[in-house]
Each structure stands twice: as C-alpha cells, then as structure tokens.
C-alpha cells in the first residue's frame, strides 16, 4: 500500500510567522509531488508542484523535496489569515498518474 | 479558459437509488479523474480516462461504480443502490498528459453526495 503521511495538525501560527507542513510518501519510485490547498466545503486547490530535489519559491511559498530522504514540505512566508485552510500533499507514480493524497494538515493563522 | 466544471453541486438521495454525477474538464484536457473525499480524509482515486479510453480503476470501488467518457469530453459517474457509506464529496479533475506540466490536476468544485 502505497502511503503519504502527514501531520494532521492542527497547526497554529501568528499572522506574519513562517508555517511549515511536512510529508513523507512510501514509494521510492514517484515522480512527482504536489501541495493543494482546501478551504472547508471547498474542493483542493494546486498551489505548488515540484519535480526535482531542492526548492521552488513562488511568491510566499517554497516547496523542498529530497527524494532520499522521501520527503516533501511546504514553506509559507508572512501566514496570513486566509492562509488558514487544509493543506493536502500529494504524489503521483508515474507521468499523469493519479494522485495518492496524505490525509491534510489543517493550518489555522491568528491576527 | 473555464474551469473543471461539475453537476450537480449536491445530491440528497435516499438509500437504494441510483444517482448519477456530470464533469465536463477543461477543454482539451486529455485525462479526466474521478476522486472521492469523505470528511478528515484526502481525496481517494476511483478511475481516471485518458481521452475515451479508462486506463484504471481502484481496486476499492466496487462494481455498483461505473464511469463513462463517451466522446472524450465530458464523464458521468453512476451509483447504483446507493448506501449510507457512499456519503462524501465526488471530485472531477482534469490534466493535459504529454505536456511538461502534465502531472498537475486541476479539480472541480465537487459534488457532494448525502445518502439518507
């Protein structure tokens, strides 16, 4: 059974702090790794998607992944309120695959 | 460029009826996938197509699933005798395969199912 796990928080910073989110995924062999986002009752949201170890910035955001260590995270600069909403890591095995999800970690920003 | 788009936005049945769900992906998008989330959870794949053709199924949906993209457009997700345990969010998402961002999903705004 392939698995991506991730805290499930909830994880809660100051407006203006750095919030970190953190996945590991069991398949040695995936390609491809994924942040959404999720507001209640809404559908997920992609916000960062990242092939190669390293990091990619965009805007407040940096994914890091080392695939040695099978691990992706998410980086959000100065965490707004609406910042706060569920975070969903996802992976895929091969090329437009489908997409095995962690279970979210909720992030709640406070004023 | 529109969106994923999906209908209906929520469906209240009653146990034992069959229900039956629209997605229509973005144009030209060649793979269409359907998803699954129940509250607390990530969404959970249930099959995907690629133009007309469905390319996998999972193991955990049971034969009262089935799924269709006739025309490699637009896909309809039926339900037969529905259980209380097929409560949850149904979610379409759309990819462009063979492209270097082919891997990114775009998803619709679901359709949430209530089985009474």
């Known amino acids: 059974q392939k698995e991506v796990e991730q805290n499930s928080g909830p994880l809660s910073v100051p407006e203006g702090a750095i919030a970190s989110l953190n996945c590991t995924y069991s398949d040695r062999g995936s390609q491809s790794f994924f942040w959404y986002r999720q507001y209640s009752g809404k559908s997920p949201e992609l916000i960062m998607s990242i092939y190669s170890n390293g990091d990619k910035e965009d805007g407040r955001f940096t994914a890091q992944l080392n695939k040695a260590s099978q691990y992706v995270s998410l980086l959000i600069r100065d965490s707004q309120p609406s910042d706060s909403a569920t975070y969903l890591c996802a992976v895929t095995e091969y090329e437009g695959g489908k997409l095995i999800f962690g279970q979210g970690t909720e992030l709640s920003v406070k004023p | 460029d529109t969106g994923v788009s999906q209908d209906p936005r929520h469906k209240i049945t009653k146990r034992g009826q069959n229900v039956t769900f629209r997605c229509d992906p973005i144009?030209?998008?060649?793979?269409l996938y359907w998803y699954r989330q129940t509250l607390g959870q990530g969404p959970e794949f249930l099959t995907y197509?690629?133009?007309?053709?469905?390319?996998?199924k999972s193991r955990l949906l049971s034969d009262r699933f089935s799924a269709e993209r006739p025309k490699g457009s637009f896909s309809t997700l039926e339900i037969q005798r529905t259980e209380q345990g097929d409560s949850a969010m149904y979610l379409c998402?759309?990819?462009?395969?063979?492209?270097?961002?082919?891997?990114?999903?775009?998803f619709g705004p679901g359709t949430r199912l209530t089985v009474l």
């Open positions: 144009s030209e998008h060649n793979r």
């Open positions: 998402a759309s990819s462009l395969a063979g492209t270097p961002l082919g891997d990114e999903q775009f």
């Open positions: 197509f690629q133009n007309e053709a469905q390319l996998e």
